[in-house]
């Protein structure tokens, strides 16, 4: 077979089996880096990175192996410092479902209580949002984010007990209170 070919067919492996987790890896840039423009510029560096090893991969979990290296992206912009520059917290809209018949003060309440638990997430410590957000909103087990994180399954497990902890209590605190350190 010509090598354009394969290449051809590199690229739509590629693109079929990468490409549909580039929700998930932005999703985990953004709560990494707390930084939208960041969080693309992070998952932009790690695509390239993976296009360029894919032609060594040979695991089955593509979303796994795409979620490290973005995390091993934004871990490294971290180490450089950038995690004490002035950054612009990340706005998520709140949507509500068609025909959902909330009120105005309802509406108010349910924005105030996102905006809360978004910003008790962002004040928890790195390694402890980040097993937050592999669990909670990626929905993967503690076996991929062990994988993922490149930690034991107990460090995940430990992580999140911890994490959720520290979550319930600076929820449980006045509003803007703050996480506990």
């Known amino acids: 077979m010509a090598p354009r070919a394969l290449d051809e067919r590199a690229v739509a492996r590629f693109e079929e089996s990468v490409l549909p987790q580039l929700g998930a890896a932005y999703n985990l840039a953004r709560w990494l880096t707390r930084n939208e423009h960041d969080a693309q510029d992070l998952v932009q560096e790690a695509l390239l990175r993976a296009f360029k090893a894919f032609h060594g991969f040979r695991g089955t979990d593509p979303r796994a192996w795409l979620l490290a290296i973005v995390r091993n992206a934004c871990y490294t912009w971290l180490r450089r410092g950038r995690a004490h520059e002035v950054t612009t917290p990340f706005d998520e809209e709140v949507h509500t479902p ?75 605190g006045p509003p803007g209170g703050g996480v506990a350190r």
């Open 98 to 172: 068609d025909g959902d018949v909330l009120n105005p003060e309802r509406l108010v309440l349910k924005e105030a209580d996102t905006t809360r638990v978004r910003q008790a997430l962002e004040e928890l410590p790195v390694e402890f949002r980040e097993v937050l957000v592999l669990r909670e909103i990626e929905g993967l087990s503690y076996k991929e984010i062990a994988t993922i994180a490149d930690i034991p399954v107990g460090t995940v497990m430990s992580r999140l007990a911890r994490a959720r902890g520290r979550l319930q209590i600076g929820l449980a």
